[in-house]
Structure formats: C-alpha cells, structure tokens
C-alpha cells in the first residue's frame, strides 16, 4: 500500500474507532447491573451494600438505586472508591464528595450515548412559578416581560448548543413549565436545582477583627451580619466551618462579571474563574486596592504576618451563601476573580453555567412530574420503519445504478453517519424524530459529492482515458464544485450558530457537523476505497450503463417565462401566508389550552389524535404523565395541548367516544408557544444575516453576478417552498424550522454545483457566448441534478407515505423544497447571473476571480 493510501486508511481507523467510542453503548444498562460489572474489589462486601439499597428502593424509602447509594454511604462512611480502585479518585479528600463523584460517573457510564427526544423516551418535567413578592410591584407587562426573559435564560442554562431539544414555555401569566428529555428525577434528583436558582451574586467587605465567635449577644457590629464559610481541609478532606461578620451593603454585584467557567483547584476540586467587564475590572480593582491600603495603614501595618486581623478579606455570596472570603494581599487590577469551595466538576460546571445566565427573580417548584413520549407507539415504530425505509431506497439505488463504486458510496454514507452521530453522542445532543428524519434526508443529500464526482469519472472515460486516469481527473475536476458548495453551506451553518438560539443554533451546529463529516468522507474515505479498489484491480470496469444521453436543451429559451411564473407562484404564496396568517402556526408557535384529566381507564394516544381529527377539533398533543407525589401508587394524569379555547369540545369528544375512560376535568391552563419570539426573531435575522453572506462568499469565490444570482434563488426557494405549503393547507410546527433551513443548505448547493460548471465552460470554450456557456454548463450537470434530487426526493417521499404526521409534515416542505431548488438552479439562479451581465461574458470575465485548487496532497498523481 502506498504512503498515501496508508496515510487516508491510518486516518479513516482512527476516526471509526473515535466513532463507535463516542456512540456506543446506545442504550441503557440497569445501574444495579452496571455496579456489578464494574466492581473489581471486596464484592462481597459491595453486593450486601447493593442488597440494602435495592430493599430501601423497594420499600420506597429511596427513589431509585442511585440515591440509595448515596444515602448509605453518607449515614455509614463508606467509601466506594475501594470498591472500584481502577477509578483514581485519590486526589478528592472529602469522602461524601468524593462518593458522589463517583457514584455520579458510573450512573453516566451506565446510560446509552444517545440521548433520546420527548417524543421518542419520554423525560422529566416540572412547573416553575415566579415569586408572587418579586412580581406584586409589578406591571401586567412588566410581569409578561419578567416571563419571557426568565423562559429565555433558562433556555440558554439548559440548551447553550441549542442541540438539547427541551420544551420550555410560559405556563398561565406567572409559571414556566420545563420538559428536559431522557432524563428522570430518580437517577438526577438534583436535576432542577441549576434551573431555579437565581444566580445573585455579590462582593462584600469581611470585618477584620469581630466574629460571631468573638462578639456577645447585643454587640454585633452595626451594618454587618453574620454568615458561616465552609473550608475543606486539602490533606484530610474534612469540612470545617468559619463564622464571620460580612458587610450588609454589597462592594459590587454580579451585573459586573462578563462570564463565568470551571477550573480544576490546586487540590483536585472545582473552581469557578469569574472575569469582568471592563467596568467591573475597574471597581474589583477599587474595592481590592482600599482593602490592600488599609492594611498597610494603622493599626494593621504594624500588625505580624500570622495575624489574623493582618490582612482584609472579600466575601463572595452566591444566592444568600457564603461560598469564600478570600485574603487580600493587592490590588487585584487584572478583572480576575475565584469562587472557590467543595465542588464536584459537574456542580462547578452548572455554577458556571447559572452565573453567566442569571434569573432576575426566584423561582419556586410548583408542580414536578415524569412524561411518557409524545409520540404513541404505533407512529413512533412506523415512522422509524419508514426511515429505515428512506435510507434504504437511496442505497439501493446507488448499488443498482453504480454498482461497485455504488458500494463504496454507500460505505462513505454510512460512515458519514456514524461520525455525525458520534460527534452529536459526544456533545450530549439529543435525538428526536425530526431528527431520524433529517438524518436519512442527509443520506440523500451526502450522496450528492458521490454522484458529482461518479459523472465526472464518467465524462472522463467517455474521452477515452484509462479508469485510473479517469479516476484522478473526476475527483480533481469535482473538488472545486464540492468544495465551494460545501464551504458556502458551512458559512450559512457558522452563521446560524452565531445569531441563532435555541433550535436554529442547533441546527446550525448540526448543519456544520454534516458538512465536516461530507467532505472528511468524499477527500478521505471515498478516495481512499475507490484508490485501492482501481489499484489491486478489485474494480476492472466503472458504470456499466447510464440514464442519460448527452442532452441539448436549451434552458434559456424558457428561462424568462420560466422566471416569472415561479414568481407568481411565490406572490401566490405570500397572499396565502397573509390571508391565512392566523391559522399556519401550530401551538409550537402562538400556544394554547392544556388541559389535565384524571381517568379510569387510559386511552391509546393514536385515539386520542384519531378523535381530534374526526371531530376537525383542530391540533391536539396529548403526554400521559406521572406526578412524582402519586408515583407510588402508579397513578398517571392525562394532559392535553389544544388549540386556543377548544378544550372543552375536546374533552367532551374523548368522553363520548371513551366512557369507559371516565375522564374527569382536573384544570385546565393556558400555555404560551415553545418557540418564543426571540427564537424566531434571532432565527429571521440568522437567514438574513446568511443570505448576506452568501452574497459576500459567491461574489469573492465566483464574481458578484454569481452571487446575485445565488441569493435571488434562495430567497426565490425558500418563499416559493413555504407559499406552496400553506396554500396546501400546511401548519408550521417547530420541526418545520429545521426544513426551511435545510431547504437552505439544499438550494445554495444545487446553484453552486450550477454555478461553477459555468465558470469552468468559460474557461474551457472561449469563443461560446454566455447563453450558450450556461446552456452547456446546465447540460452537462443535468444528469448529477437529476440523480441528486431524485435520491434525496426517494428518502423524504418514504418519510411522506409512511411516517407519522410531524414527519409527513417536515417531509413534504423538504420534498416542495427539493423540486423547487432543482427548478430555480436551472430557471432562477442561471437566468439571474445572465441578465446580471447582460449577455456579455467579457462582462464576466473582467471581474471573474479563478481559484485554483489542489485535491491532497499526492492525490493528482498516479498512486
């Protein structure tokens, strides 16, 4: 094998041993099995510990194995380590620490990689009521607004990557109701305390010489209070309590820090490193510089080093806690400060993460509860069927059309996969079934740098050349088309993440892992097979038959009629958007009623959408969930999501179709949107800002006509996309987000692909005219547009006949989307560029920039 080859196959091995690391296990193994898994010492010892926590689960004196664990060993001093001794926790001292550590680890080793979504697992919920008193001065706006930014801050603590998929949203005028996926209060008891905490934090002066300790009842020191530090001794690990006299009236507060981040201390622990803003630099640095003068002034200069009153401290308090009151020896000037205490680095991480998004006000623990999948059983296993389905058809298809070098796409696909799902396994990105589905319209779309470079090795032997020359010439010839296709959708992807929230960030950090994983696979992986396959002559003969003939077409004949009926068909669009504005937005969006039923007897939650729908009750959401107080006794409530003020006709449908059921109306409450309007205000302005860029990026790569052209076309597609679908009766839901923007990525790579043939025409027949250069360029990329839109059409049409509702949804705007950018690629973008330039390809080739490329290095040689 030579250097080259060796060098892709050294590479592709580590990346698929990276890979199925970061995925597997997929799903969960029992904690009680795990423990025994992964005991390596004393077992004995540690089965009669396991015995006694599964008898406390049992008798619901604990709620799961995990907190058993760790009540037993605070009460009888146990130290796990011993039990594990290939896990070094030497460097942690405090044993109930040191424990949780511990304890903490094996429960996440015990959980499968990827995380499931509310619709396809379930998870845990809770109600959050803002403090009456931190509202009773309060405006009704005011209020509203209190609301809305608490909703988004805990957004940004729980989804900083947006790839989390939590359902956050207002509850009534002064609740939040919070739904985090694949988790339970049993295994994350602690899981609500990083939500509600406020995240107040304040710097105060520490008296130099009184202590509670010191001071008799009636003498305190006015202006001060007493508050109590706990310090952990470095050697022993044991806790020991300071009681000290802190000034009432804070130096500064938290509104100075610019961020916050977790630090291993100098013994093993967690720390929190604040940083300030340029104002809070520069009072840290007045408050730090008085306390430091006053210690080189009477009485203190005078005072020994060991001291105690020698040198001031500064407290910080966090939420009406002292967590440390360090000694100032200078003047602190570098806007640098430490939180220190006893935190594990999850505890620390969490801080962080709540002091660089704090609350404003307190929230209280309404209501808590477990949530069964949104999804019923039947649609949840037939849409995953249906996405088998997808990804099927299109390997399929591959295999017959291409045969072997078929295969290998297909292998380089399915490695693009699991290096997607590696990557989002390892930033704890959770999975949903818009999700699946995305992923199988991912297979159709990462065939595409497949198919281009196929066409091009095709163009090649049809001029004659051997298949090893053939295979050289296709893959150079592809690179620039793939590259700046491919670098174009990362800019938009790049800038989703950086002006999206929520949602549109996650998709953005979705988006560019694909398009990374899409050309390490096309440069790395495909290259490496096809090389190695023409080498050892494992391949003798590349496609045996094709499709398509040469065609002639001449586009731009039709290209001005073609152009102005899409635009009356967008015009269409956008009159039905506004005439039907009211009624296109799902509760995902505008809200709603939900209300809560007890009942006798459960009913299929297929039914329940079958009622809805037979009764044109509009848009229903039903979750059977498990308040904690009544899990006991297994007692299950019903809740409903419907449209605005149709919760009674719901109700009283389900009641006589269900009698059985003896549904009994708990309460009922209205609900606000779970894609708040600053997620869509910042995902408007995300589009806009990458629309921009597109411009920007084609303009420079290309020339300015290119880039018109490229913006005119994806404005043109995602308009005519979402006209087509409201005017069919479509309603927009959360997922449907994630479609126009993959209609985005979609229509920004056809016109490229389009796009560059030309440039390379011009370039190869100089004497052609500009309509005829764009015909040929059309021409020619015709069969790979054709192949492209037909397989990635093959995958969402399977997703559309078979897959639940949400999916069908999100694949019909996807399919519209497909059809509509391979329209406007030959018939919007071409024709825009051409009018752009008048017809005059002088007028191009004055301003046109030609970049040269290189595949790899070695890679246009012979190997």
């Known amino acids: ?57 049992a008798a619901h004196q604990a709620p799961s194995l995990f907190v058993a664990l760790t009540d037993i060993g605070k009460e009888e001093k146990i130290d796990y380590s011993t039990f594990f001794p290939k896990i070094n926790l030497s460097d942690v001292k405090n044993l109930d620490q040191r424990n949780e550590i511990l304890l903490r680890h094996l429960l996440q080793s015990s959980q499968g990689k990827i995380k499931l979504g509310l619709d396809l697992k379930g998870g845990v919920a809770f109600t959050l009521k803002v403090d009456d008193s931190a509202l009773s001065d309060k405006e009704s706006f005011q209020r509203s607004q209190q609301l809305v930014k608490a909703i988004d801050i805990i957004d940004q603590r729980v989804n ?3 790839v989390a998929e939590p359902v956050i949203r207002a509850r009534g005028n002064d609740a939040i109701e919070v739904q985090l996926p694949g988790l339970n209060t049993e295994e994350n008891p602690d899981v609500l305390n990083s939500l509600k905490k406020p995240a107040k934090l304040t710097f105060h002066k520490v008296h130099r010489t009184l202590t509670p300790d010191t001071v008799s009842k009636g003498k305190e020191p006015i202006g001060y209070m007493p508050m109590t530090v706990e310090n952990q001794d470095p050697r022993t690990g044991k806790i020991h309590e300071t009681h000290l006299y802190i000034k009432r009236i804070p130096e500064m507060g938290g509104n100075m820090i610019k961020n916050a981040y977790a630090v291993q201390g100098q013994y093993g622990g967690y720390e929190i490193v604040l940083n300030m803003t340029d104002k809070g630099a520069q009072r840290f640095g007045e408050i730090t510089k008085a306390i430091a003068d006053e210690s080189e002034s009477p009485p203190y200069a005078g005072l020994p080093g060991n001291d105690p009153a020698k040198y001031g401290h500064l407290a910080i308090v966090l939420d009406g806690k002292l967590n440390s009151a360090p000694r100032v020896m200078s003047a602190i000037t570098d806007g640098h400060a430490r939180i220190s205490g006893q935190f594990s680095q999850r505890e620390a991480l969490e801080l962080a993460s709540v002091l660089n998004n704090p609350l404003e006000v307190e929230l209280k623990l309404e209501e808590m509860y477990e949530v069964g999948p949104t999804l019923a059983d039947d649609a949840r296993n037939a849409s995953i069927k249906a996405s088998i389905l997808g990804a099927g058809l299109v390997i399929l298809f591959m295999i017959i059309y291409y045969q072997a070098p078929g295969i290998i796409a297909v292998i380089s696909v399915l490695f693009n996969i699991l290096i997607i799902l590696g990557v989002m396994a390892s930033i704890r990105s959770t999975l949903t079934l818009p999700g699946i589905a995305a992923l199988v319209l991912t297979v159709g779309m990462a065939v595409d740098s497949n198919i281009l470079i196929f066409e091009r090795i095709r163009e090649e032997l049809k001029l004659g050349k051997n298949l090893h020359n053939a295979l050289s010439a296709g893959f150079d010839r592809a690179f620039a088309t793939i590259f700046d296709a491919n670098i174009t959708t990362l800019l938009t992807a790049v800038i989703l993440i950086w002006l999206g929230t929520g949602p549109i960030k996650g998709f953005g950090v979705t988006l560019s892992i694909g398009i990374v994983a899409t050309l390490f696979c096309t440069i790395i992986v495909s290259r490496l097979l096809l090389d190695f396959a023409v080498k050892y002559n494992i391949i003798h003969k590349m496609f045996a038959f094709s499709l398509f003939k040469e065609t002639r077409f001449d586009f731009m004949k039709y290209g001005k009629i073609a152009f102005i009926a899409s635009w009356l068909v967008v015009l269409a669009g956008i009159i039905g958007i506004i005439v039907n504005y009211k009624h296109i937005y799902s509760i995902d969006f505008v809200g709603g009623d939900e209300v809560s039923l007890s009942f006798a007897q459960k009913i299929p939650s297929q039914d329940i959408y079958k009622i809805a729908s037979d009764n044109n009750l509009g848009e229903v959401v039903p979750t059977y969930q498990t308040l904690l107080a009544a899990k006991e006794d297994n007692r299950e409530i019903l809740k409903i999501q419907t449209e605005q003020g149709r919760s009674d006709a719901v109700v009283k449908a389900l009641s006589e179709a269900f ?3 003896k549904l009994d109306v708990i309460g009922v409450t209205s609900i606000g949107g779970s894609v708040s309007k600053s997620i869509k205000t910042d995902a408007l302005l995300a589009i806009a800002v990458a629309i921009l860029g597109i411009l920007v990026y084609v303009g420079f790569r290309f020339e300015l006509g290119y880039g018109i ?12 996309s979402i006209g087509i679908f409201v005017l069919i009766g479509g309603q927009f839901s959360a997922p449907m987000v994630a479609a126009i923007l993959m209609i985005i990525g979609y229509s920004i790579n056809d016109t490229i692909v389009v796009f560059d043939r030309i440039r390379e025409e011009l370039a190869l027949n100089p004497t052609l005219k500009l309509r005829d250069i764009i015909n040929l360029a059309i021409n020619r990329t015709l069969s790979r547009t054709i192949l492209t839109s037909a397989t990635t059409f093959l995958a969402a049409f399977a997703l559309y006949i078979f897959g639940a509702s949400i999916i069908r949804d999100f694949s019909l705007v996807f399919m519209i989307g497909i059809i509509v950018g391979t329209f406007s690629s030959i018939f919007v973008a071409a024709p825009v560029f051409f009018w752009w330039h008048k017809g005059d390809r002088k007028h191009v080739e004055s301003k046109e920039f030609k970049p040269k490329y290189e595949w790899d290095a070695g890679s246009s040689k012979a190997e």
């Open 160 to 162: 900083s990557l947006g």
């Open 659 to 661: 009698p059985q059921a």
């Open 709 to 720: 052209g490229a913006v005119i076309s994806t404005v043109h597609d995602v308009l005519m």
């Open 1 to 57: 094998m030579s250097g080259n080859l060796l060098s892709k196959f050294i590479i592709s091995c580590i990346v698929l041993i990276w890979t199925l690391f970061s995925i597997f296990p997929i799903k969960d193994t029992p904690f009680a099995t795990y423990l025994q898994t992964r005991k390596t010492a004393k077992p004995l010892e540690f089965e009669d510990i396991l015995k006694k926590a599964e008898d406390r689960v």
